[in-house]
T-cell receptor
Framework: DAKTTQPTSMDCAEGRAANLPCNHS???????VYWYRQIHSQGPQYIIH???NNETNEMASLIITEDRKSSTLILPHATLRDTAVYYC???????????????FGSGTQLTVLP | KAGVTQTPRYLIKTRGQQVTLSCSPI?????VSWYQQTPGQGLQFLFE???????NKGNFPGRFSGRQFSNSRSEMNVSTLELGDSALYLC??????????????FGPGTRLTVL
């Protein structure tokens, strides 16, 4: 899997948009960008994934640059419950063999402030 | 639809003992993966099962083993426990559906403490 680089920590005011960046400059053409988050001591939660088009679901939006070397996860109206570690992962969706596993980096600790 | 469930949620064992953890995937999901999470090493992949067969294995010693049953439920076993096995053990299931969608959905984890 391509390596990803994320800031160690970020703060965001409650009610504001949280924009979490991820660099994945060595991403391959068949690799998707996945985002998960983990609230303290709970299992990771799937948020969203995309290949090259921007994606939106009920939780977040994913903006992928045209060259696919970076992406931004956007939580439009952050709440205190969004405080968590956010992981950006790149991997093929049509996974096989060892590529099927998720390889988590250190992630970004997002703290939403009241 | 119910999520991934893991039992027990908390477990305390002593060195040298063995332990079995259980995971029930989301209904219809046939792939089950196991991960170990520790403060020092982060989230590390243990193994993955699909249709009762181990399909992929991480870099863990043979003391760590698992199996999957015909109903897709999975168990993992750790024998001869060591202090370093204290961790949060996470199970994740995925659909492996058409279009290659294989997002993994995680359970709440089992917190194992080895004394």
């Amino acid at each position: 899997d391509a390596k990803t680089t994320q800031p160690t920590s970020m703060d965001c005011a409650e009610g504001r948009a949280a924009n979490l960046p991820c660099n994945h400059s060595t991403i391959s053409g068949n690799e998707y960008v996945y985002w998960y988050r983990q609230i303290h001591s709970q299992g990771p939660q799937y948020i969203i994934h995309g290949l090259k088009n921007n994606e939106t679901n009920e939780m977040a939006s994913l903006i992928i640059t045209e060259d696919r070397k970076s992406s931004t996860l956007i939580l439009p109206h952050a709440t205190l419950r969004d405080t968590a570690v956010y992981y950006c992962i790149v991997r093929p969706s049509f996974s096989s063999g060892s590529a099927r596993q998720l390889t988590f980096g250190s992630g970004t600790q997002l703290t939403v402030l009241p | 639809k119910a999520g991934v469930t893991q039992t027990p949620r908390y477990l305390i064992k002593t060195r040298g003992q063995q332990v079995t953890l259980s995971c029930s995937p989301i209904s219809g999901h046939r792939s089950v993966s196991w991960y170990q999470q520790t403060p020092g090493q982060g989230l590390q992949f243990l193994f993955e099962y699909f249709s009762e067969t181990q399909r992929n294995k991480g870099n863990f010693p043979g003391r760590f083993s698992g199996r999957q049953f015909s109903n897709s439920r999975s168990e993992m076993n750790v024998s001869t426990l060591e202090l370093g096995d204290s961790a949060l053990y996470l199970c994740a299931s995925s659909l492996e559906g058409a279009g290659g969608r294989n997002e993994q959905f995680f359970g709440p984890g089992t917190r194992l403490t080895v004394l």
